[in-house]
């Protein structure tokens, strides 16, 4: 491979990097034709990109990019592929599933929501990352709740008031008619 072939790769890379918040590296070595074809249309299905990389020029691009990423360079070994994804744990959730029929992919590394994992044994920690439309959604809920249960206790309150005062009336209309 020619030096500029590199360079454009290695190019490339770096502006998937940019492009995409959430990767996967992993190790998809030794799966056959048909299981690499499977998995791909998998993470095609799911908005995943997926490439197979030298280790060395995914090193550089991960130097050229303007992340903290050092901590990925010593899974960067043996065969690698790359995961590039906007959701954080869609990926993992991939991963996981193909893997209740396949001994891989397994997970090398990921950068999920600026953070880095390293290690296979980090994918069901991955898989419960929840994504940013997820997390909204919790925090509207919890701030619903607190919010009806004030709505609830003023309405049942309101209705006790009333029943009370109605009490009260009818008492003394009839203290008044004695």
Same mark, same amino acid.
């Given at each position: 491979m020619r030096r500029e072939e590199k360079k454009a790769i290695v190019d490339s890379l770096a502006e998937k990097l940019k492009e995409y918040s959430?990767?996967?590296?992993?190790d998809t070595a030794q799966l056959n034709a048909a299981d690499?074809?499977?998995?791909?249309?998998?993470?095609f299905e799911n908005d995943i990109?997926?490439?197979?990389?030298?280790?060395?020029?995914?090193?550089? +691009?991960?130097?050229?990019?303007?992340?903290?990423?050092e901590?990925?360079? *010593?899974? !960067?070994? @043996?065969?690698t592929s790359i995961m590039f994804a906007n959701s954080g744990n869609?990926? +993992?959730?991939i991963i996981k599933e193909?893997?209740?029929?396949?001994?891989? *992919?397994? !997970?090398? @590394?990921?950068?999920v929501q600026e953070s880095v994992y390293l290690g296979d044994i980090m994918l069901d920690a991955l898989v419960s990352v929840k994504t940013k439309e997820e997390l909204i959604g919790d925090i509207i809920l919890l701030l619903q709740s607190p919010a009806k249960n004030v709505i609830s206790a003023l309405k049942s309150g309101g209705d006790k008031l009333h029943g009370v005062l109605?009490?009260?009336?009818?008492?003394?209309?009839?203290?008044?008619n004695n």
């Open positions: 959430h990767f996967y590296l992993t690499t074809s499977n998995l791909r249309r998998k993470c990109r997926l490439v197979v990389v030298k280790n060395t020029l995914l090193k550089r +691009a991960l130097e050229q990019s303007e992340m903290n990423l901590e990925l360079y *010593p899974v !960067l070994a @043996g065969t869609t990926p +993992a959730k193909f893997r209740k029929l396949h001994d891989k *992919p397994l !997970l090398k @590394g990921a950068y109605e009490t009260l009336s009818k008492k003394e209309q009839n203290q008044s």
